[in-house]
Each structure stands twice: as structure tokens, then as C-alpha cells.
């Protein structure tokens, strides 16, 4: 209540009663303690944040309320009723709604009928004779998807399953929205257009609680947020208090670029380490790139590309050359063709024109696993690991077909991986579906160097990760260069990847517009025009990229 | 919609055209439709009584095929025990025939809600159990039915039963049944997958835990789903029956009818309500045509299969109507200069063919 009063007036009414309460909340997956004691209340009207970094528990504690998964001790309240002995579907009528960090369309069924399905279920709350598809449309209106409604939802584009995920959510005509990531994945503009849609979605009076990453959504929409780690609640207050608060800024790391040392949230043998390459980066990045930069004959040689998808274009008569050791960042907003050249360069998607050379060698009709012979590795966008199999499984799996003349023993690659992130020696018995994100993400590298590759791709290497995480797996990038493998960043912090990469390459619409060092890149607006469309500056705290970055993180935004 | 290089005053009729065809294409789907109901509801004035088996035979796959797709196209329950409703219609007709004295069509209908409570029952056991699972285990309890069957003194085990003389039914009797029991599944289950209770299984088919947020228990679809898949298929094994006239648990509770299903709906387009039709007319065609070498039959069903799932992994049916709708919209764009009546009426019917019967 304090919280609310210190920031003033907002646009909507806040209620006394709560109508939502957790107390003593426990949930356990096996040994592992997801959730650990969580209480809290949300206000009837309220817009909570909940913050957090990857494995907190935030996914878990939105699954908890929305029934899709038991409580193991204490309970959850919903407007005085009981929730956590409920099946889902009688939490869900009873006003609840759930939009998922990955968007879970009906993918064969179309955009109205996806709708269509919430409305069913609350029928019985209108009392007018309306017709529910009346109702279904005014909502798809509301959240901007009307004119795609007889699309297969399957075919919506990220930022529409995202609209359809709330649409979803909000024809159950709930009381009270759980959002979960839902600006995840999403850049510049797009985010503006969410943050917008959920302000007026609470607007109208509806309770949601926010689990978000992108901090600027949090700030922009919250005025009280909970701090989750590791399955604890360890802060509650105003953004601004959660800002200063010392346990969230231990949490988060305090870094914009990744090169403050660690704190002791990790074990021993990983805070050592981490803490030594974390230091050791602006040195060691040096010399890689001074000792082989002048090279002349580049590793990979991409000349003239082009790549259709159908009758799309995706990538048009593009350039693109990486010098052995080098680190080239390539950046651009979605859709841009990114992912396109990694898997054009990795034989995942047919070459319409052009060539693609590696080593000397045209590649350019070589099948994917030849290529990965040849020293190609590509960390896909979501990992893709085997989930199923533990972690030291899924690496030996990587090492299945090394490079042909790999120097290192399959001993050696293990072990370089493990130091290289310790926390998988740790875990190496488990299933790697059961990791968290960033560590599964840690996974996915190391299977990539098991193979002892030439060149390394990285399709968004931080994408929904925590900073704390992606500042480690930041500090890796030098030490995977010191092993004389070159890299190709794809990276949504784009001033991160412009802090470490030796040469960028700005993508707009599968065409280079722009290639350079990172301070001729941050001084051409090409930059800002690929992701903001106009160099223009958007409304709120986030008016320049740099802000942008700095409104990643909680403590910096003070 | 493609703007074609003409003038504006041009270029509006054939919009405006094409657009009031969309409003006429479900109609003449249904009219298509309603003549060959008539056609087939005349058969007998025709047809030889060696074509009203035949035809016989094809109606009953045609509803076998269309229940299996309710459960497993529509609701994604790929079933492996639908076998089991067969044999316990073909069974409880027959022992309610020989048994009891009700009226036969009585029987049939009781033969329909026996597999349809045993679907219930199969159900509580099953519906816990997802994608493989869930098919190995309705496999697994069509096998131990089967056994059951096979040691069952009073259904006459291995030898199975004879039913009476009395029993015994015309041609265009049987005819008329199974064009009955056809017209009314693919009615039910056309008009089920259009209500809210079929958006709510292709949900569950699609995303149980996210239709479980959205307010769907997914748990009474399935179980009614079940029922009804099932129900009709006794009632195709109770008319099966009463055209054999002598059943024996090998051959009623055969893995052969399920694969048969299963063929035909992938053939036709499974999760379409036409595609089902279609894949009967097409298997039981190839059948009967090489029915003189069996072996070859099955390798060309096979062979047929496997460049369906390739080429046109959703079947014949949205296929047809892939190439109809482009055929009518290049037919459109062509003519629409010259607006000759004819070509515009040849254009309609291939559009027409667009959506009839579940657009799905």
C-alpha cells in the first residue's frame, strides 16, 4: 500500500481487499525446490511485477495460480476461494487468464476460433444475448489481430501469437491476468505496441500480475514488484526501492557489460572462475584479435546470398566474410534475415544464389552434417538440446562427429567445457531438460565446441536470459576465441555484442546496410533506423539505445 | 487478391463476382451433396444386386472411417482399438438376434450403445494416457478382447455364431441402412466439429494444458468424443453382421478394420469431414479392382500411402480443393476481361467445390 502511494496517481482505482493471496506457497519438482515459501497479496485492481532471473521460479508460481501444476504445501486464495485444490479449467472460469512466455496456440485451428474457445467457457457471465463471436471479435479487435482472423493461428508471426496469447487470455473475461514474458523476444517498436495494449488492458480495471524481463515493461506498467531467486521471494516494493534494494542488485550483478566481478551467489568453483575470465576479457579479447586480424584470407567468405523462402525473399545478394579469430556481431531487428545466414551458412536452409566459401572450400551445396565436419557449429535460436538425455550426454553427443583433424582429445573437450562452464560438471548426471534456461543455453555451447569447431554460430545467444547469465556467458566469448575458433553473434543486446565483436554487420530486411567496427556502427544511425524503423526516440526512459540497455537492469536504472 | 493490370471500371466486376461466389460456394457444396445423397438414395432402381453390396460394403468404411476421424483426426486420439466396437457390434446383434426377441432395428441401435458404453468404460482406463501411450494402449485392449473373445463359450469361441434364418435381410434393405447409418454419422459428426464442442476437442487435440487455461476440461470431451466415435462403429459391425450372417471373433475383432480406417482417413484427409468419403471411394476402388491379387492390392495401398503422407501429408481432399480454388481463381482472373458466361459458370463449380462439408 506504501508502495502504491509513493509513486502516485495512476490511472486506476486501487482496491483494499486482495484478491489474490499466496501463503507459505511450496512447490518441489522431485529433490528440487522450485518455489520456497512464497507469500504475497494482489490487490483487487493492482498491477504487480515479478522479477527475477531465469529458474527463479517466476514460470512456476504463474502455473501454480493457473492450476496447471500442484501446489505442494500451503495455499492460494482467489477472491476468498481456495484455488490450489482446483482443476485448471474451474480456475479459469472462474476469471483467471494465463498468457504463456511461449506463445501455446490451437495452431490448426484459426486466430477467431482460438478465441472462440475462452468465450465458450465463460459464456455464462453475459447475461445479454450477444453473439459470442460479437464478443470474440471485439476483443481480437482490442488486441489488433481482426483482420487476421481467419488465419491458422499456426502461421502468426512472434509477435502476433503474443496478441493472441492476451486475446486468448483476456475473452476468459478475467479478473485477474497472469502475463508471463510476454515482451520476450519482441524489439524496439513491438515492445512499445505490448506495453501499451496490457496498460490498457488494466485500464479497464482488470487485476494482472506481470512476470517480465524486459525491465523497461516493468517499470513503465508496475508500481509494486516482487523479486524472485532461485524459488525465494527476496524483495517487495516499488520499482525504484527494488532498484536499490542491495540482495536484487547482488542477484542481478550490477553490470552493463558484463565486466563487474561476480558476487557470491555462485558456488564456489563457478565464482572463482567467472570472477578470473570476467577480468581477464578486454586482455584477452586484445590479443585474439590483434594476433589474427590482418589474416587476409577470411575463414568464411559469403558472396552475393541470396535465400528464398517460398516466394519470400529472405536474405538478398548479401556479403558476409569472418577472419579467422574474429568475432562479427550481426544485428538487426527481427525478421531482419539473421537466423536466415546462420543456417544458410550451417546448409539448414537451400542457397538461391551465391556462394559460400569456408576455409577456401565452396560449401555452398554441401549438405548440413558435411559442413559440420568441415568445423561449422551452429547454437540454433531455443537450444534444441536432447532434452531427454543428461548434460554429459548431450555433450558426448556433440563430439559424435568432431571436426575432421581435431587436434584435441574428446578428454580435452570435455574438460575445456567443464571449465569453461563449471556449473555443468556439476549437473552433468541430469537431464538437461530440467536445467534452466541459462544453463541449458550453456549446454547448447558446449555440445557446439564438443565438435571442436572452426567456426562457432550463435543464434541469440541471451535470448529471455537473466543479465547475471548472459553476463557469463559473455565472459566465455573471449575464451572460446583464445581456443582459435571464430564466432557469429546474434545477439539482441546489441550493445553488448557491439562491446565484444570485432566487426558488425547491420541487417535490414535480408540486406546488409551497414558493416564496420562496433564504434563506427554506434556512430551511423543505420543502427537505430534497423531497429527503430526511424531514429526517432520512443516515449518513456528508453530513448536511446544505451538507455535501452541500461533499462535491462534494475539497479542501473537509478 | 491480385490487382490485375486494368483500368478500375474494369477491374470491379470480377471482384464483386468472386466475392458473391464465396457466399454461394457452402451452398452449392450442399447441393452437390444433397443430389448425391438422392442418387445414392436411389440406388436400388439401378443398381445390380452385386453393386448394392458392393456399395454396401463401401458405405460401412465410409462410417467406420468417418467415426475413427471424429476421435483421431478431430480430437487427435490416434486409436489402435477401434476393432473392439466393431466386433462388439457384430457380436451383440447377433446374440440379441438369436437371444431375445426385440425388434431388429432395436438390436442395432442396442449394438450401437454397447460399443459405446464399452468406449466409456475403455475410456476411464485410456483417457489418462497421451499420443503413443494412448494408442498402444487402446491396441492393447482391442488384443484382449480379441482373446477374450476367442475362449468365450457362450458366444461360441472360435467357431463364433450363425445368425438365425429369420434374420436374414434384402439387399436393398441392407442398402438402405448402411446409406442410413452414413448419412446420419457424417451429419452428427459435420455438425459436432462445428459447435463449441468441437472447437473444444480440436483444443485439447491441439494444447490440452493451454485449453485447460482457457476454461476447457478436457476429461468430458474426450470421454464423449469416445462414445460417439464408437457408437457408430458398433452400429457399421452390427450391419456387417447382419450381411455375414455368421461371425467368428477372428475376422469381427480383425486389426484389419482399424487399419482400414486408418488408411482411408489419412488417404482422404484426416481432420476433414469430406476427406474420409473421398479415401473410402479411392481404398475400396483399388481393392476391388485388384481384388483377383491381393498381394498387389496391399502394395499399391501401401505405395499410395506412403506418397499421400509425402507429397499431401493432409490428404486428398485439401488437396482437391487446393488445386480447385487456384483452378477457379486462375480460371477468374483469365476470363475476367472477356466475361464470357460460360467460363465464369466453370470457374463457379471449381470454386464451388471449395467448402463443402467442413472447410476444416
Same mark, same amino acid.
Given at each position: 500500500?506504501?508502495?502504491?502511494?509513493?509513486?502516485?496517481?495512476?490511472?486506476?482505482?486501487?482496491?483494499?481487499?486482495?484478491?489474490?493471496?499466496?501463503?507459505?506457497?511450496?512447490?518441489?519438482?522431485?529433490?528440487?525446490?522450485?518455489?520456497?515459501?512464497?507469500?504475497?497479496?494482489?490487490?483487487?485492481?493492482?498491477?504487480?511485477?515479478?522479477?527475477?532471473?531465469?529458474?527463479?521460479?517466476?514460470?512456476?508460481?504463474?502455473?501454480?495460480?493457473?492450476?496447471?501444476?500442484?501446489?505442494?504445501?500451503?495455499?492460494?486464495?482467489?477472491?476468498?476461494?481456495?484455488?490450489?485444490?482446483?482443476?485448471?479449467?474451474?480456475?479459469?472460469?472462474?476469471?483467471?487468464?494465463?498468457?504463456?512466455?511461449?506463445?501455446?496456440?490451437?495452431?490448426?485451428?484459426?486466430?477467431?476460433?482460438?478465441?472462440?474457445?475462452?468465450?465458450?467457457?465463460?459464456?455464462?457471465?453475459?447475461?445479454?444475448?450477444?453473439?459470442?463471436?460479437?464478443?470474440?471479435?471485439?476483443?481480437?479487435?482490442?488486441?489488433?489481430?481482426?483482420?487476421?482472423?481467419?488465419?491458422?493461428?499456426?502461421?502468426?508471426?512472434?509477435?502476433?501469437?503474443?496478441?493472441?496469447?492476451?486475446?486468448?487470455?483476456?475473452?476468459?473475461?478475467?479478473?485477474?491476468?497472469?502475463?508471463? @514474458? +510476454?515482451? !520476450?523476444?519482441?524489439? /524496439?517498436? %513491438?515492445?512499445? #505496441?505490448?506495453? $501499451?495494449?496490457? =496498460?490498457?488492458?488494466? &485500464?479497464?480495471?482488470?487485476?494482472?500480475?506481470?512476470?517480465?524481463?524486459?525491465?523497461?515493461?516493468?517499470?513503465?506498467?508496475?508500481?509494486?514488484?516482487?523479486?524472485?531467486?532461485?524459488?525465494?521471494?527476496?524483495?517487495?516494493?516499488?520499482?525504484?526501492?527494488?532498484?536499490?534494494?542491495? @540482495? +536484487?542488485? !547482488?542477484?542481478?550483478? /550490477?553490470? %552493463?557489460?558484463? #565486466?563487474?566481478? $561476480?558476487?557470491? =551467489?555462485?558456488?564456489? &568453483?563457478?565464482?572463482?572462475?567467472?570472477?578470473?575470465?570476467?577480468?581477464?576479457?578486454?586482455?584477452?579479447?586484445?590479443?585474439?584479435?590483434?594476433?589474427?586480424?590482418?589474416?587476409?584470407?577470411?575463414?568464411?567468405?559469403?558472396?552475393?546470398?541470396?535465400?528464398?523462402?517460398?516466394?519470400?525473399?529472405?536474405?538478398?545478394?548479401?556479403?558476409?566474410?569472418?577472419?579467422?579469430?574474429?568475432?562479427?556481431?550481426?544485428?538487426?531487428?527481427?525478421?531482419?534475415?539473421?537466423?536466415?545466414?546462420?543456417?544458410?551458412?550451417?546448409?539448414?536452409?537451400?542457397?538461391?544464389?551465391?556462394?559460400?566459401?569456408?576455409?577456401?572450400?565452396?560449401?555452398?551445396?554441401?549438405?548440413?552434417?558435411?559442413?559440420?565436419?568441415?568445423?561449422?557449429?551452429?547454437?540454433?535460436?531455443?537450444?534444441?538440446?536432447?532434452?531427454?538425455?543428461?548434460?554429459?550426454?548431450?555433450?558426448?553427443?556433440?563430439?559424435?562427429?568432431?571436426?575432421?583433424?581435431?587436434?584435441?582429445?574428446?578428454?580435452?573437450?570435455?574438460?575445456?567445457?567443464?571449465?569453461?562452464?563449471?556449473?555443468?560438471?556439476?549437473?552433468?548426471?541430469?537431464?538437461?531438460?530440467?536445467?534452466?534456461?541459462?544453463?541449458?543455453?550453456?549446454?547448447?555451447?558446449?555440445?557446439?565446441?564438443?565438435?571442436?569447431?572452426?567456426?562457432?554460430?550463435?543464434?541469440?545467444?541471451?535470448?529471455?536470459?537473466?543479465?547475471?547469465?548472459?553476463?557469463?556467458?559473455?565472459?566465455?566469448?573471449?575464451?572460446?576465441?583464445?581456443?582459435?575458433?571464430?564466432?557469429?553473434?546474434?545477439?539482441?543486446?546489441?550493445?553488448?555484442?557491439?562491446?565484444?565483436?570485432?566487426?558488425?554487420?547491420?541487417?535490414?530486411?535480408?540486406?546488409?546496410?551497414?558493416?564496420?567496427?562496433?564504434?563506427?556502427?554506434?556512430?551511423?544511425?543505420?543502427?537505430?533506423?534497423?531497429?527503430?524503423?526511424?531514429?526517432?526516440?520512443?516515449?518513456?526512459?528508453?530513448?536511446?539505445?544505451?538507455?535501452?540497455?541500461?533499462?535491462?537492469?534494475?539497479?542501473?536504472?537509478? | 487478391?491480385?490487382?490485375?493490370?486494368?483500368?478500375?471500371?474494369?477491374?470491379?466486376?470480377?471482384?464483386?463476382?468472386?466475392?458473391?461466389?464465396?457466399?454461394?460456394?457452402?451452398?452449392?457444396?450442399?447441393?452437390?451433396?444433397?443430389?448425391?445423397?438422392?442418387?445414392?438414395?436411389?440406388?436400388?432402381?439401378?443398381?445390380?444386386?452385386?453393386?448394392?453390396?458392393?456399395?454396401?460394403?463401401?458405405?460401412?468404411?465410409?462410417?467406420?472411417?468417418?467415426?475413427?476421424?471424429?476421435?483421431?483426426?478431430?480430437?487427435?486420439?490416434?486409436?489402435?482399438?477401434?476393432?473392439?466396437?466393431?466386433?462388439?457390434?457384430?457380436?451383440?446383434?447377433?446374440?440379441?438376434?438369436?437371444?431375445?426377441?426385440?425388434?431388429?432395428?432395436?438390436?442395432?441401435?442396442?449394438?450401437?450403445?454397447?460399443?459405446?458404453?464399452?468406449?466409456?468404460?475403455?475410456?476411464?482406463?485410456?483417457?489418462?494416457?497421451?499420443?503413443?501411450?494412448?494408442?498402444?494402449?487402446?491396441?492393447?485392449?482391442?488384443?484382449?478382447?480379441?482373446?477374450?473373445?476367442?475362449?468365450?463359450?457362450?458366444?461360441?469361441?472360435?467357431?463364433?455364431?450363425?445368425?438365425?434364418?429369420?434374420?436374414?435381410?434384402?439387399?436393398?434393405?441392407?442398402?438402405?441402412?448402411?446409406?442410413?447409418?452414413?448419412?446420419?454419422?457424417?451429419?452428427?459428426?459435420?455438425?459436432?466439429?462445428?459447435?463449441?464442442?468441437?472447437?473444444?476437442?480440436?483444443?485439447?487435440?491441439?494444447?490440452?494444458?493451454?485449453?485447460?487455461?482457457?476454461?476447457?476440461?478436457?476429461?468430458?470431451?474426450?470421454?464423449?468424443?469416445?462414445?460417439?466415435?464408437?457408437?457408430?462403429?458398433?452400429?457399421?459391425?452390427?450391419?456387417?453382421?447382419?450381411?455375414?450372417?455368421?461371425?467368428?471373433?477372428?475376422?469381427?475383432?480383425?486389426?484389419?478394420?482399424?487399419?482400414?480406417?486408418?488408411?482411408?482417413?489419412?488417404?482422404?484427409?484426416?481432420?476433414?469431414?469430406?476427406?474420409?468419403?473421398?479415401?473410402?471411394?479411392?481404398?475400396?476402388?483399388?481393392?476391388?479392382?485388384?481384388?483377383?491379387?491381393?498381394?498387389?492390392?496391399?502394395?499399391?495401398?501401401?505405395?499410395?500411402?506412403?506418397?499421400?503422407?509425402?507429397?499431401?501429408?493432409?490428404?486428398?481432399?485439401?488437396?482437391?480443393?487446393?488445386?480447385?480454388?487456384?483452378?477457379?481463381?486462375?480460371?477468374?482472373?483469365?476470363?475476367?476481361?472477356?466475361?464470357?458466361?460460360?467460363?465464369?459458370?466453370?470457374?463457379?463449380?471449381?470454386?464451388?467445390?471449395?467448402?463443402?462439408?467442413?472447410?476444416?
Amino acid at each position: 500500500m506504501q508502495a502504491a502511494s509513493t509513486v502516485g496517481g495512476g490511472p486506476q482505482q486501487t482496491d483494499e481487499a486482495p484478491l489474490l493471496v499466496l501463503r507459505h506457497v511450496t512447490r518441489r519438482f522431485g529433490g528440487v525446490t522450485a518455489l520456497n515459501d512464497i507469500s504475497f497479496e494482489v490487490r483487487s485492481g493492482e498491477l504487480l511485477g515479478v522479477i527475477g532471473p531465469n529458474g527463479a521460479g517466476k514460470s512456476t508460481l504463474l502455473s501454480l495460480i493457473s492450476g496447471a501444476q500442484r501446489v505442494s504445501e500451503g495455499e492460494i486464495l482467489f477472491a476468498g476461494q481456495r484455488l490450489d485444490r482446483l482443476p485448471a479449467h474451474a480456475i479459469a472460469r472462474l476469471g483467471i487468464g494465463r498468457a504463456h512466455q511461449i506463445p501455446r496456440p490451437f495452431g490448426r485451428m484459426t486466430v477467431l476460433q482460438n478465441v472462440l474457445i475462452p468465450v465458450h467457457a465463460r459464456r455464462n457471465e453475459t447475461p445479454g444475448r450477444r453473439s459470442l463471436s460479437d464478443d470474440a471479435e471485439e476483443i481480437l479487435r482490442l488486441c489488433g489481430l481482426l483482420d487476421r482472423k481467419d488465419r491458422q493461428a499456426g502461421s502468426l508471426t512472434l509477435l502476433d501469437l503474443k496478441r493472441l496469447e492476451l486475446a486468448r487470455a483476456l475473452a476468459l473475461k478475467p479478473r485477474l491476468l497472469l502475463l508471463d @514474458e +510476454v515482451a !520476450a523476444g519482441l524489439v /524496439g517498436q %513491438e515492445i512499445e #505496441e505490448i506495453t $501499451s495494449l496490457i =496498460a490498457s488492458i488494466h &485500464a479497464r480495471g482488470v487485476t494482472i500480475l506481470l512476470v517480465e524481463h524486459v525491465q523497461a515493461v516493468v517499470r513503465s506498467l508496475a508500481r509494486r514488484v516482487i523479486v524472485l531467486d532461485w524459488g525465494r521471494k527476496i524483495a517487495e516494493g516499488t520499482p525504484d526501492e527494488i532498484a536499490r534494494h542491495p @540482495e +536484487v542488485i !547482488a542477484v542481478y550483478l /550490477g553490470s %552493463e557489460q558484463g #565486466e563487474q566481478p $561476480s558476487t557470491p =551467489a555462485a558456488t564456489g &568453483a563457478e565464482r572463482g572462475d567467472s570472477t578470473r575470465s570476467r577480468h581477464s576479457l578486454p586482455s584477452a579479447r586484445a590479443t585474439s584479435t590483434a594476433a589474427v586480424r590482418p589474416s587476409p584470407p577470411p575463414l568464411l567468405d559469403v558472396q552475393n546470398l541470396s535465400v528464398d523462402y517460398g516466394k519470400l525473399r529472405a536474405l538478398r545478394s548479401l556479403d558476409f566474410s569472418v577472419g579467422e579469430g574474429e568475432i562479427v556481431a550481426v544485428v538487426g531487428a527481427n525478421g531482419a534475415g539473421k537466423t536466415t545466414l546462420t543456417q544458410a551458412i550451417s546448409g539448414l536452409v537451400p542457397v538461391s544464389e551465391g556462394h559460400v566459401l569456408f576455409a577456401g572450400q565452396e560449401i555452398t551445396r554441401l549438405p548440413a552434417h558435411q559442413r559440420a565436419r568441415l568445423g561449422i557449429a551452429l547454437c540454433h535460436e531455443g537450444r534444441r538440446l536432447f532434452r531427454e538425455q543428461t548434460v554429459r550426454e548431450n555433450l558426448e553427443l556433440g563430439a559424435v562427429y568432431a571436426t575432421r583433424g581435431a587436434t584435441t582429445t574428446f578428454a580435452q573437450r570435455l574438460e575445456r567445457v567443464y571449465n569453461l562452464f563449471p556449473v555443468l560438471r556439476e549437473r552433468a548426471g541430469s537431464r538437461a531438460g530440467r536445467l534452466s534456461g541459462g544453463q541449458q543455453q550453456m549446454v547448447a555451447i558446449g555440445r557446439a565446441l564438443m565438435a571442436e569447431p572452426r567456426l562457432l554460430l550463435l543464434d541469440e545467444l541471451s535470448l529471455g536470459l537473466a543479465p547475471a547469465v548472459v553476463d557469463q556467458l559473455f565472459a566465455a566469448l573471449p575464451r572460446i576465441l583464445a581456443w582459435g575458433i571464430s564466432v557469429v553473434l546474434i545477439e539482441q543486446h546489441v550493445q553488448r555484442s557491439l562491446a565484444v565483436a570485432d566487426r558488425v554487420y547491420v541487417l535490414e530486411r535480408g540486406r546488409v546496410v551497414f558493416c564496420g567496427t562496433p564504434d563506427q556502427v554506434r556512430a551511423h544511425p543505420a543502427l537505430q533506423q534497423a531497429y527503430l524503423g526511424v531514429a526517432a526516440a520512443p516515449a518513456g526512459p528508453a530513448s536511446s539505445p544505451a538507455a535501452s540497455e541500461q533499462e535491462q537492469y534494475p539497479v542501473s536504472g537509478t | 487478391m491480385k490487382t490485375h493490370p486494368a483500368s478500375s471500371d474494369q477491374l470491379a466486376p470480377p471482384v464483386t463476382r468472386r466475392q458473391s461466389l464465396r457466399h454461394l460456394a457452402p451452398w452449392l457444396g450442399w447441393g452437390v451433396l444433397g443430389l448425391l445423397v438422392l442418387l445414392a438414395a436411389l440406388g436400388p432402381l439401378y443398381l445390380s444386386a452385386f453393386d448394392l453390396v458392393l456399395a454396401f460394403t463401401l458405405f460401412n468404411y465410409m462410417t467406420m472411417a468417418q467415426s475413427w476421424n471424429l476421435l483421431g483426426g478431430y480430437g487427435g486420439q490416434f486409436s489402435l482399438g477401434h476393432s473392439l466396437f466393431v466386433g462388439a457390434g457384430s457380436y451383440t446383434i447377433a446374440v440379441l438376434l438369436l437371444h431375445s426377441g426385440l425388434p431388429l432395428l432395436l438390436d442395432l441401435l442396442l449394438s450401437g450403445l454397447l460399443a459405446a458404453a464399452l468406449a466409456t468404460l475403455a475410456a476411464l482406463l485410456l483417457m489418462r494416457l497421451r499420443e503413443a501411450y494412448f494408442s498402444i494402449g487402446s491396441l492393447g485392449l482391442a488384443m484382449a478382447a480379441l482373446t477374450w473373445m476367442l475362449n468365450w463359450s457362450f458366444t461360441g469361441a472360435t467357431s463364433g455364431l450363425n445368425l438365425p434364418p429369420a434374420a436374414t435381410l434384402d439387399y436393398s434393405t441392407l442398402y438402405y441402412l448402411a446409406l442410413g447409418l452414413l448419412v446420419v454419422t457424417t451429419l452428427t459428426i459435420v455438425l459436432l466439429v462445428r459447435s463449441p464442442f468441437g472447437l473444444r476437442l480440436m483444443a485439447i487435440r491441439d494444447d490440452q494444458e493451454a485449453a485447460a487455461e482457457l476454461g476447457v476440461n478436457s476429461f468430458p470431451v474426450k470421454l464423449v468424443t469416445f462414445a460417439i466415435s464408437a457408437f457408430f462403429v458398433g452400429l457399421a459391425g452390427g450391419l456387417i453382421a447382419l450381411n455375414k450372417l455368421e461371425i467368428e471373433p477372428d475376422s469381427a475383432f480383425s486389426m484389419n478394420w482399424v487399419i482400414t480406417m486408418i488408411i482411408i482417413t489419412i488417404i482422404g484427409g484426416i481432420a476433414t469431414s469430406t476427406g474420409p468419403l473421398l479415401g473410402a471411394v479411392v481404398f475400396f476402388t483399388l481393392q476391388q479392382v485388384l481384388q483377383n491379387s491381393q498381394a498387389l492390392s496391399s502394395l499399391l495401398t501401401g505405395l499410395l500411402l506412403i506418397l499421400i503422407i509425402r507429397l499431401a501429408p493432409e490428404g486428398l481432399w485439401p488437396l482437391a480443393l487446393k488445386l480447385g480454388r487456384r483452378l477457379g481463381e486462375g480460371l477468374l482472373s483469365r476470363f475476367a476481361h472477356s466475361k464470357q458466361a460460360e467460363t465464369v459458370l466453370s470457374a463457379q463449380e471449381a470454386v464451388g467445390g471449395r467448402s463443402r462439408l467442413g472447410e476444416r
